[in-house]
């Protein structure tokens, strides 16, 4: 008896260890899916010109340089903001950055919580964006 205990205590016991060690793959795979490089973001936005590319970063940093027709709203109003886009469907391509990719992460989970489907963020941010030489547009132009 004790020798059957010990068997299904053992198979529980790998089952979880089992369970637990995929996990994190499964994590790291989310978090791969919702990230895009610069130079995809920009090959992306070269295809499709309808693609929404939001700036999470802070009034003052968005007029020092920010990406052609990128629309401005800071991660810290982003959630009350995001309605103002009238034409945004929750299907739409979106693709948030900032500076260096932390806070469009967060802006990326943010949205995707709120029921956006098809969010991205740009890892590296407006750093890696410009390190390629893409163009950045500076003060309030909208385009460059």
């Known amino acids: 008896m004790k020798k ?3 068997i299904i205590f053992c198979s529980i016991l790998l089952l979880a260890v089992v369970g637990c060690n995929q996990l994190p793959e499964e994590q790291s795979q989310d978090k791969e899916a919702i990230e895009i490089s610069a130079l995809e973001t920009y090959q992306t936005i070269t295809e499709n010109p309808s693609v929404i590319v939001i700036d999470v970063r802070t009034p ?7 990406l052609s027709n990128s629309t401005l709203i800071p ?5 009350e903001e995001i309605d103002r886009l009238t ?11 900032c500076r260096s990719g932390n806070r469009s992460a967060q802006a990326q989970a943010l949205l995707d919580s709120m029921g956006y489907t098809n969010v991205k963020s740009m890892a590296g941010g407006i750093n890696a964006w410009t390190q390629l030489g893409y163009n950045v547009c500076l003060g309030t132009t909208l385009t460059c």
């Open 60 to 66: 003052e940093e968005y007029h020092q340089r920010h």
């Open 75 to 79: 991660l810290d109003s982003l959630q």
């Open 4 to 6: 059957y205990i010990s």
């Open 87 to 97: 034409e945004l469907d929750k299907t739409d391509e979106i693709i948030v950055y």
